[in-house]
């Protein structure tokens, strides 16, 4: 079985953290897959998912990871071509990426004790956002 949802939501972009893990984790619940492998995808190519947990002090810590890794005021070719100096924020969800598999079991997510499913908007400004879960199994 298949079953497809959304998540939307809107983000303030530079880095901005988002916990999925609740939503996420009722649709699963609510699909009637009881075991499989959710995948979470996030459209767009200035966003990224992946698993964190989810604390002030982590949460900080990834930005300013983030910002060192891949600074934002580099002359990159991308902001050079199209004016946007939005280049980085592009790197970035390259970097993350815009997937993620999770498995579950009985309708729960497995997921470790401090481990939580994220989105990051890296863009430049604020952003609406759709998240889209794939939930295979049976």
């Given at each position: 079985m298949i079953v497809t949802r959304q998540i939307r939501l809107q983000t303030h972009g530079n880095n901005d953290v988002h916990?999925?893990?609740?939503?996420?984790?009722?649709h699963v619940?609510?699909?009637g897959v009881r075991s499989g492998v959710v995948t979470v995808f996030?459209?767009?190519?200035t966003a990224g998912v992946t698993t964190v947990e989810y604390e002030p002090a982590l949460v900080g810590d990834l930005r300013e990871f983030l910002d060192q890794l891949v600074p934002a005021q580099r002359p990159y070719?991308?902001?050079?071509?199209?004016?946007d100096a939005n280049a980085h924020s592009h790197l970035r969800s390259s970097l993350i990426g815009t997937s993620l598999t999770v498995p579950f079991d009985n309708g729960r997510l497995l997921l470790g004790t401090w481990q939580q499913i994220v989105l990051v908007d890296f863009d430049v400004r604020p952003r609406s956002?759709?998240?889209v879960l794939q939930i295979v199994g049976e």
């Amino acid at each position: 079985m298949i079953v497809t949802r959304q998540i939307r939501l809107q983000t303030h972009g530079n880095n901005d953290v988002h916990d999925l893990t609740p939503e996420v984790a009722r649709h699963v619940a609510e699909s009637g897959v009881r075991s499989g492998v959710v995948t979470v995808f996030v459209t767009g190519s200035t966003a990224g998912v992946t698993t964190v947990e989810y604390e002030p002090a982590l949460v900080g810590d990834l930005r300013e990871f983030l910002d060192q890794l891949v600074p934002a005021q580099r002359p990159y070719r991308h902001n050079q071509t199209w004016g946007d100096a939005n280049a980085h924020s592009h790197l970035r969800s390259s970097l993350i990426g815009t997937s993620l598999t999770v498995p579950f079991d009985n309708g729960r997510l497995l997921l470790g004790t401090w481990q939580q499913i994220v989105l990051v908007d890296f863009d430049v400004r604020p952003r609406s956002r759709e998240v889209v879960l794939q939930i295979v199994g049976e």
